[in-house]
């Protein structure tokens, strides 16, 4: 792959969206791309190419040990949280049992009450504004979108609150695939075996009982994986999501006028965040069975695919005119398609945090803004999820509740 697009650096960051058009008139719909330390992959890009690869299961499988560079993969490989080998996770399972593991976890997660899951949200909302609200000003990323979905989640799944800001500092660092990665992989594991223990013990009314409750004859290690992957899955994209959607709330005219307006802006602005900036930008991945063809590349059997759910939500073929709203079109990729997308029901435990993290926000301090000029926010140097490294705002103090 003489021509291939090393997939980080600062564009990423700052202009992904030129960046995925350059690809896609440089290479076409489907890009070679070098991950860390060189190792090769195919960066899908075209929505219709997308939807062929996550909708065909069998040719493009999720099974990570069809990979044919794992040989040239070294041990303290900073993408292999991201990137398991031999990782008993539902990630990496394929046909029939992922269709069983999938079910136990839907299960699990539909079983949360709705008013409830609100409660919680609102109270750690709350509690977060609480500590911010007499000071005039704040930083809305550090100190509360990276704080909210993951204290939730925890309480749903059935951690004492105490444990929460451990489990932060662990998923963000796993998260970001730099040299923590492992450590905070490794912190995450302890705490969910922790946790698995306790409720084999004593059950209770929470997730992970639940899931040791499935008939599926699932082992501790299977649920131990596939928590870590809710976790992470449902936190920091969760977290992206509240910032990204403020962000968007506070510095775009097309919500500017009807920031203060009512309810619908919020769902609007979330919206669009998942067309134009969604947090998960692009996921490792799938893997060709057998040799192919994909967007006029000849794709190798064991090549690694990655999807670009970013660069398919702005092909051109689907979205015309980008400056329009998306009117509640949700036919984006930001959740995944196929047998592999993300679960209905974690979908909606996302969505109800993310909206009532942002609606506390706009009720408890009504005249927000940001502290800094919008050209100067920056974003995380992340390939994989976009999001930003801080939020400054300013507001007229209000006391505590």
């Known amino acids: 792959m003489s021509e291939a697009v090393p997939l980080g650096g600062p564009r990423f960051q700052s202009e992904p969206s030129c960046l995925y058009r350059e690809m896609r008139r440089d290479h076409g719909s489907v890009v070679p791309v070098l991950l860390d330390g060189d190792l090769p992959a195919w960066l899908v890009l075209g929505y219709r190419e997308l939807h062929q690869v996550t909708g065909d299961p069998v040719l493009f499988s999720r099974d990570s040990e069809l990979w044919n560079q794992w040989e040239n993969v070294p041990d303290d490989w900073p993408l292999l949280p991201m990137i398991g080998h031999r990782q008993p996770s539902i990630l990496y399972t394929v046909g029939e049992r992922h269709r069983q593991r999938a079910a136990m976890i839907s299960n699990a997660l539909e079983a949360v009450d709705a008013f409830e899951l609100r409660h919680h949200a609102e109270r750690f909302a709350d509690e977060l504004i609480d500590a911010v609200c007499a000071s005039g000003e704040t930083d809305l990323v550090a100190h509360y979108a990276m704080l909210l979905p993951v204290r939730v989640l925890a309480r749903l799944y059935g951690f004492p609150d105490e444990d929460g800001p451990g489990l932060v500092t662990a998923l963000n660092d796993m998260i970001d695939g730099r040299e ?161 997308r993300c679960p209905f029901p974690a979908q909606e435990v996302a969505e109800v945090i993310a909206r009532t993290g942002i609606e506390v926000v706009l009720d408890r301090l009504p005249d927000i803004d940001l502290a800094v000029p919008a050209e100067s926010l920056a974003r995380r140097p992340s390939p994989w999820l976009r999001g930003l490294t801080e939020l400054p705002v300013r507001f007229t103090p209000v006391p505590a509740l």
């Open 180 to 340: 923590r990665a492992l450590a905070g992989q490794a912190h995450l594991a302890g705490a969910m075996g922790q946790l698995l223990a306790d409720r084999k013990k004593e059950p209770a009314n929470d997730v992970v009982s639940r899931m040791l409750a499935d008939d599926g004859g699932f082992t501790d290690e299977e649920i131990v994986q596939d928590l870590m992957v809710m976790l992470a899955a449902g936190h920091q994209p969760t977290a992206d999501w509240i910032g990204n959607s403020i962000r968007l709330m506070l510095t775009d005219e097309r919500f500017a006028a009807s920031l203060f307006g009512g309810r619908n802006s919020v769902a609007e602005a979330m919206n669009e965040v998942l067309w134009e900036d969604t947090p998960t930008q692009n996921v490792a991945g799938r893997w060709a069975s057998r040799d192919t063809h994909l967007g006029g590349r000849r794709v190798r059997a064991g090549d690694l695919l990655l999807l670009g759910l970013q660069g398919a939500n702005s092909d051109p073929q689907v979205r015309t005119d980008a400056s329009t709203l998306t009117g509640g079109n949700n036919a984006h990729f930001s959740f995944g398609h196929g047998e592999h």
